[in-house]
């Protein structure tokens, strides 16, 4: 899956100007070598008036400086504070692998675009830097997609096909470019932007994969590190990374969604979907099989489930995802299945998607070794959809082209915390993405680390986020940020409410308001026990953050432009 992060409601920041004008922005203490860089007006997607945009170039193959060049797209928001309280540069990567980076400067609260300027950039593959293709995503992701759910040998050998197929396309139409999309080569891409813009050492925020991406470069050049923020952590261990990290997903999914569908039988006056959670699952069952039998439109099984997975991402779509879930099963309108599936951050057709897709799988396969053979796929997926039914196959076929990829695959980048400075992780212990479990193991490769636990949380991505609106979690990471303070332990914040039909307590419903507010919790280790998206924006998180071949859902997670996670279930696509 998708490894997507941040929604922001309600704003991607398109043709929204940023508070203070580029040319009016604090620059005291700015290199020189800054403004040499970003010479030029932003294009695309979020750009806007409050951004520069330039480009800075890398090798392709770090094993060989002198080959072939790549140019990375980078942008800046100039902090908006006083010149004398310029505090230097934050870089962002939102999440992916896949997503872009750009036009992210309204992520962080005032006080921090006070101090900083925001420095974003579009991965090597993505969007404006050297993009690549595997398919035509109109026609491979057409909609409805297949039903990822097998029912037979003959669904498996389809999708096994399929898989090869993608693989084949992505040697074929961008097979030069591909060998090189890896983790450690675009964290020295970062170093090579700190370079070009003649910082000494860079902040950094990372959210989802992003979040690895950074332990990556900390590990690779702790000495360049400042201050570095990672937001629902990415497990790092070399164990986890890949294969064993989808399988584990597919777990963490399944918790989270049985929690929604329970949400939604506390309110059966408004949904009319079940009085307990076990109704809820028997009216999805029927309805994902109605639509096998008889799609509507471009809307079949596949796509219920890709806006139902997108629930297991983010809370603030609980309340839209769930009354378009109602409207199928109780009215046979399946108009807000189609208008999320649709939407341009979640349409797998779309070429920003299919680009996002195909880096996704690129730096998925590379990055790790995938197992070759078909039957230890078929018998650990048969095995995990025992007890994790509802993402096990879609993930598996997102990544499966991994087993047919035609690059090599390498050793990951062993995390040893070796000279790290202190970093702070956030993490939601009900994070279906980034499984709490896994972000421990990254605590602990971090031995100078502190996290702040969101208990009981479960939304993916959560500093600044208007819909997790949690004072704790935003308090000890805007704090980090300005002026490097760690906590002496661990900390744990009381969760986010979750969200509420409106006058439901009125409508006589079981369920009454979560709304206890958020408050500082008591320091606690992370090791004393395991704690068991609305607008354009979390959209766009969504898309940053597949999951897997559809993020997983697209090939198939994540939330790029902010987060693409739901944004395709895509090896699920005819």
Same mark, same amino acid.
């Given at each position: 899956?998708?490894?997507?992060?941040?929604?922001?409601?309600?704003?991607?920041?398109?043709?929204?100007?940023?508070?203070?004008?580029?040319?009016?922005?604090?620059?005291?203490?700015?290199?020189?070598?800054?403004?040499?860089?970003?010479?030029?007006?932003?294009?695309?997607?979020?750009?806007?008036?409050?951004?520069?945009?330039?480009?800075?170039?890398?090798?392709?193959?770090?094993?060989?400086?002198?080959?072939?060049?790549?140019?990375?797209?980078?942008?800046?928001?100039?902090?908006?504070?006083?010149?004398?309280?310029?505090?230097?540069?934050?870089?962002?990567?939102?999440?992916?692998?896949?997503?872009?980076?750009?036009?992210?400067?309204?992520?962080?609260?005032?006080?921090?675009?006070?101090?900083?300027?925001?420095?974003?950039?579009?991965?090597?593959?993505?969007?404006?830097?050297?993009?690549?293709?595997?398919?035509?995503?109109?026609?491979?992701?057409?909609?409805?997609?297949?039903?990822?759910?097998?029912?037979?040998?003959?669904?498996?050998?389809?999708?096994?096909?399929?898989?090869?197929?993608?693989?084949?396309?992505?040697?074929?139409?961008?097979?030069?470019?591909?060998?090189?999309?890896?983790?450690?080569?675009?964290?020295?891409?970062?170093?090579?932007?700190?370079?070009?813009?003649?910082?000494?050492?860079?902040?950094?925020?990372?959210?989802?994969?992003?979040?690895?991406?950074?332990?990556?470069?900390?590990?690779?050049?702790? &000495?360049?590190?400042?201050?570095? /923020?990672?937001?629902?952590? @990415? %497990?790092?261990?070399?164990?986890? /990374?890949?294969?064993?990290? %989808?399988?584990?997903?597919?777990?963490?999914?399944?918790?989270?969604?049985?929690?929604?569908?329970?949400?939604?039988?506390?309110?059966?006056?408004?949904?009319?979907?079940?009085?307990?959670?076990?109704?809820?699952?028997?009216?999805?069952?029927?309805?994902?099989?109605?639509?096998?039998?008889?799609?509507?439109?471009?809307?079949?099984?596949?796509?219920?489930?890709?806006?139902?997975?997108?629930?297991?991402?983010?809370?603030?779509?609980?309340?839209?995802?769930?009354?378009?879930?109602?409207?199928?099963?109780?009215?046979?309108?399946?108009?807000?299945?189609?208008?999320?599936?649709?939407?341009?951050?979640?349409?797998?057709?779309?070429? &920003?998607?299919?680009?996002?897709?195909?880096?996704?799988?690129?730096?998925?396969?590379?990055?790790?070794?995938?197992?070759?053979?078909?039957?230890?796929?078929?018998?650990?997926?048969?095995?995990?959809?025992?007890?994790?039914?509802?993402?096990?196959?879609?993930?598996?076929?997102?990544?499966?082209?991994?087993?047919?990829?035609?690059?090599?695959?390498?050793?990951?980048?062993?995390?040893?915390?070796?000279?790290?400075?202190?970093?702070?992780?956030?993490?939601?212990? @009900?994070?279906?993405?980034?499984?709490?479990?896994?972000?421990?193991?990254?605590?602990?490769?971090?031995?100078?680390?502190?996290?702040?636990?969101?208990?009981?949380?479960?939304?993916?991505?959560?500093?600044?986020?208007?819909?997790?609106?949690?004072?704790?979690?935003?308090?000890?990471?805007?704090?980090?940020?300005? &002026?490097?303070?760690?906590?002496?332990?661990?900390?744990?914040?009381?969760?986010?409410?979750?969200?509420?039909?409106?006058?439901?307590?009125?409508?006589?419903?079981?369920?009454?308001?979560?709304?206890?507010?958020?408050?500082?919790? &008591?320091?606690?280790?992370?090791?004393?026990?395991?704690?068991?998206?609305?607008?354009?924006?979390?959209?766009?998180?969504?898309?940053?953050?597949?999951?897997?071949?559809?993020?997983?859902?697209?090939?198939?997670?994540?939330?790029?432009?902010?987060?693409?996670?739901?944004?395709?279930?895509?090896?699920?696509?005819?």
């Amino acid at each position: 899956m998708r490894w997507f992060a941040v929604a922001s409601a309600g704003v991607l920041v398109s043709g929204v100007a940023l508070a203070g004008s580029y040319a009016d922005a604090a620059s005291a203490g700015r290199p020189a070598a800054s403004d040499k860089v970003f010479t030029q007006d932003c294009t695309g997607d979020g750009a806007s008036s409050g951004y520069k945009c330039g480009d800075v170039t890398v090798p392709l193959d770090y094993v060989q400086p002198k080959g072939p060049k790549l140019s990375i797209r980078v942008s800046i928001a100039k902090a908006t504070g006083k010149p004398e309280d310029r505090k230097g540069v934050i870089l962002f990567n939102p999440g992916g692998p896949g997503g872009s980076g750009l036009y992210w400067a309204d992520s962080f609260p005032d006080s921090v675009r006070k101090a900083y300027d925001i420095i974003g950039f579009d991965p090597r593959g993505v969007g404006q830097s050297n993009p690549i293709s595997c398919v035509d995503g109109s026609t491979f992701f057409a909609m409805p997609a297949a039903d990822t759910q097998p029912s037979s040998k003959d669904d498996k050998a389809a999708f096994v096909k399929r898989a090869k197929d993608y693989a084949d396309g992505c040697g074929t139409n961008s097979g030069s470019e591909i060998p090189y999309l890896t983790t450690a080569n675009t964290a020295k891409d970062i170093d090579k932007i700190r370079e070009a813009i003649g910082e000494s050492k860079i902040n950094y925020y990372g959210v989802s994969y992003g979040t690895y991406l950074g332990t990556v470069y900390a590990q690779l050049f702790p &000495d360049k590190v400042n201050r570095m /923020l990672l937001d629902s952590v @990415m %497990n790092a261990s070399t164990a986890n /990374l890949g294969y064993q990290g %989808n399988l584990d997903q597919n777990v963490a999914f399944q918790n989270r969604i049985d929690l929604y569908f329970g949400w939604i039988a506390q309110y059966d006056s408004v949904y009319k979907l079940g009085k307990t959670k076990d109704d809820v699952q028997a009216a999805y069952t029927k309805a994902r099989k109605a639509l096998k039998d008889k799609p509507v439109g471009v809307v079949g099984p596949d796509e219920l489930d890709t806006m139902l997975l997108n629930s297991g991402y983010y809370d603030v779509y609980w309340l839209r995802n769930a009354q378009a879930f109602s409207d199928y099963v109780n009215k046979d309108d399946v108009s807000g299945i189609k208008s999320f599936v649709t939407n341009k951050y979640h349409d797998p057709r779309t070429a &920003d998607n299919e680009n996002s897709n195909a880096v996704y799988s690129a730096v998925e396969c590379a990055d790790s070794k995938w197992p070759t053979k078909w039957e230890t796929w078929d018998q650990d997926n048969t095995d995990y959809d025992m007890k994790a039914p509802f993402e096990t196959w879609a993930n598996a076929w997102m990544n499966l082209p991994c087993a047919y990829w035609n690059a090599k695959s390498h050793d990951p980048v062993e995390i040893t915390g070796k000279d790290v400075p202190g970093i702070m992780l956030l993490q939601g212990t @009900m994070d279906a993405a980034t499984p709490y479990e896994g972000a421990v193991q990254t605590h602990k490769l971090l031995p100078g680390s502190r996290m702040i636990v969101e208990k009981g949380g479960g939304s993916h991505g959560l500093y600044n986020e208007s819909w997790v609106n949690n004072s704790c979690i935003d308090k000890y990471a805007t704090n980090y940020l300005l &002026d490097g303070t760690l906590p002496d332990a661990d900390v744990t914040c009381d969760a986010h409410p979750l969200p509420k039909p409106k006058d439901t307590d009125k409508a006589g419903d079981t369920a009454k308001s979560t709304d206890t507010g958020s408050t500082e919790g &008591d320091k606690v280790s992370s090791d004393s026990t395991t704690l068991k998206e609305i607008g354009d924006k979390a959209n766009a998180a969504a898309v940053a953050n597949p999951v897997g071949l559809g993020s997983k859902s697209v090939l198939g997670g994540v939330p790029a432009n902010p987060s693409k996670e739901s944004a395709t279930r895509i090896l699920g696509h005819k």
